[in-house]
């Protein structure tokens, strides 16, 4: 099946740095979503990409789609704890709606 | 009201045993969804569901199958189950496929 890659797998950094996640795949998308898990929970949406290059933003949080539509990339500027999560990029196209491998934040006070 | 409300939430059963996780969605949805997420928190597409169609994951042992008596509904039923099986299974649902995916809470099942 598909596969939709982020890297890196795990990321700890100190409150305050900044974070970027990065998701690939192999085939050009018609968009991608991104969602956040935080521990014990579910997956919850946080954001749709469908244009080339786009750019959108949501406080802390820049997401940015590729020109070719191939990678995205999840930003997070002055990290918090409430940052703290597993965060998945989505590929939707289809009607398998698959999942990237995911990026387990953890933020140290 | 939860959106995507699955039970039990947690599930403890031995090798061997047939269990059924069951999944209501009450926001008239078409589209309904089982994933499996390992202890790496991988999430892995199950089955993607709608009244036309049933999409299964070719990887999916047939052990496991979704069930729906209607389009609010969509069940998880597992055979003989394996100690590979314990994972978290969450049930999702969307108006239609591609669009925003709405997560339940997630049924811890371990087999023992």
């Known amino acids: 099946g598909q596969q939709v890659m982020q890297i890196p797998q795990y990321q700890h950094v100190q409150e305050g740095e900044d974070f970027t996640t990065y998701c690939n795949s192999s085939?050009?998308?018609?968009?991608i979503q991104w969602y956040k898990q935080r521990p014990g929970g579910h997956p919850v949406f946080l954001i749709q990409?469908?244009?080339?290059?786009e750019v959108k933003k949501q406080k802390r949080l820049t997401f940015q789609f590729g020109e070719a539509k191939k990678n995205s990339s999840l930003h997070i500027t002055a990290t918090q704890t409430t940052d703290v999560g597993t965060y998945f990029c989505?590929?939707?196209?289809?009607?398998?709606?698959?999942f990237g491998t995911g990026t387990s934040l953890t933020v140290i006070p | 009201d939860t959106a995507v409300s699955q039970t039990p939430k947690y599930l403890v059963t031995q090798m061997g045993n047939d269990k059924s996780i069951k999944c209501e969605q009450n926001?008239?949805?078409?589209?309904m969804y089982w994933y499996k997420q390992d202890s790496k928190k991988f999430l892995k597409i199950m089955f993607s569901?709608?009244?036309?169609?049933?999409?299964i994951n070719e990887t999916v042992p047939n052990r496991f199958s979704p069930k729906s008596p209607d389009k609010a509904h969509l069940n998880l039923h597992i055979n003989s189950l394996e100690l590979g099986d314990s994972a978290v299974y969450f049930c999702?649902?969307?108006?239609?496929?591609?669009?925003?995916?709405?997560f339940g809470e997630g049924s811890w099942l371990t087999v023992v």
């Open positions: 569901y709608n009244n036309k169609e049933l999409i």
């Open positions: 999702a649902s969307s108006q239609v496929f591609g669009n925003t995916i709405y």
């Open positions: 926001l008239g949805h078409d589209t």
């Open positions: 989505a590929d939707p196209t289809g009607n398998q709606f698959y």
């Open positions: 085939t050009t998308l018609s968009n």
């Open positions: 990409l469908v244009k080339s290059g």
